[in-house]
T-cell receptor
Framework: GIQVEQSPPDLILQEGANSTLRCNFS?????LQWFHQNPWGQLINLFY???GTKQNGRLSATTVATERYSLLYISSSQTTDSGVYFC???????????FGTGTQLKVEL | GAVVSQHPSWVICKSGTSVKIECRSL??????MFWYRQFPKQSLMLMAT?????????EQGVEKDKFLINHASLTLSTLTVTSAHPEDSSFYIC??????????FGPGTRLLVL
C-alpha cells in the first residue's frame, strides 16, 4: 500500500511564528486531505487538495502530485493551532484514505 | 459540511463483554462510512468500510468476527467490539465522505477494557 510520511514529527512554535509541514507519499494519488486533530481527538478537515494550491485564512496548502508531496503552511500561529496535523491520501475509487504519521504541533505564548 | 455524531464518547467495560458504538450522520445521507482505530500517539488506521445495505469491507488484519459492523440506514452505522479484551482499548472514530470527497469525522469513542 501507499506509504505516507510527514515531517517534522514534532514542532514547537512561539505564538506568531510561521511554519511549514510536509507530507511525502510513495505512489500516485487522486485524493489528498489535510486534517487537524485537536487535543480532545476531534479531526477537522482543513483542505481537500489532490493538486494545486489553496488558502483559507492563515492556512494554505500546496500539493505537487507529480513529485508526490504536499505542504501545509501555517502563518501567524496561535495557541489554538496546537494539536496533531495529518495528511491522508487515497488512490483509485472508494474514498478510502491512508493517513500519514502526523506532526504534533505545540504553540506557546 | 456533514455533521457526524458518535455515541458513547467514553466506555469502560470488563474483559469479555461486547460494546456497541454508534455513528450517526445528522445532516447527510451516507451510503458509505468508515471506521478507524487510533492508539495513543499513533496515526489513524482504517479498520473497515461500512456500506449501507450490504456487508462491510474489512482491511487486512482486522478480524471481521470481532469487529461487527452494521450499516442499517443511510444515517447510522454501528461497530460492535465483541468479547473485548484489554488490547482492544483504543480510540474508535467514524467518518463519512461528503459531496466533494471531503471526509468528515465523528468526535470519536474512547474504549477502555479492564
Amino acid at each position: 500500500g501507499i506509504q505516507v510520511e510527514q515531517s517534522p514529527p514534532d514542532l514547537i512554535l512561539q505564538e506568531g511564528a510561521n511554519s511549514t509541514l510536509r507530507c511525502n507519499f510513495s505512489d500516485s494519488v487522486n485524493n489528498l486531505q489535510w486534517f487537524h486533530q485537536n487535543p480532545w481527538g476531534q479531526l477537522i478537515n482543513l483542505f481537500y487538495i489532490p493538486s494545486g494550491t489553496k488558502q483559507n485564512g492563515r492556512l494554505s496548502a500546496t500539493t505537487v502530485a507529480t513529485e508526490r508531496y504536499s505542504l501545509l503552511y501555517i502563518s501567524s500561529s496561535q495557541t489554538t493551532d496546537s494539536g496533531v496535523y495529518f495528511c491522508a491520501v487515497g488512490a483509485g475509487g472508494g474514498n478510502k484514505l491512508t493517513f500519514g504519521t502526523g506532526t504534533q504541533l505545540k504553540v506557546e505564548l | 459540511g456533514a455533521v457526524v455524531s458518535q455515541h458513547p464518547s467514553w466506555v469502560i467495560c470488563k474483559s469479555g463483554t461486547s460494546v456497541k458504538i454508534e455513528c450517526r450522520s445528522l445532516d447527510f445521507q451516507a451510503t458509505t462510512m468508515f471506521w478507524y482505530r487510533q492508539f495513543p500517539k499513533q496515526s489513524l488506521m482504517l479498520m473497515a468500510t461500512s456500506n449501507e445495505g450490504s456487508k462491510a469491507t474489512y482491511e487486512q488484519g482486522v478480524e471481521k468476527d470481532k469487529f461487527l459492523i452494521n450499516h442499517a440506514s443511510l444515517t447510522l452505522s454501528t461497530l460492535t467490539v465483541t468479547s473485548a479484551h484489554p488490547e482492544d482499548s483504543s480510540f474508535y472514530i467514524c467518518s463519512l465522505t461528503g459531496v466533494s470527497e471531503t471526509q468528515y469525522f465523528g468526535p470519536g469513542t474512547r474504549l477502555l477494557v479492564l
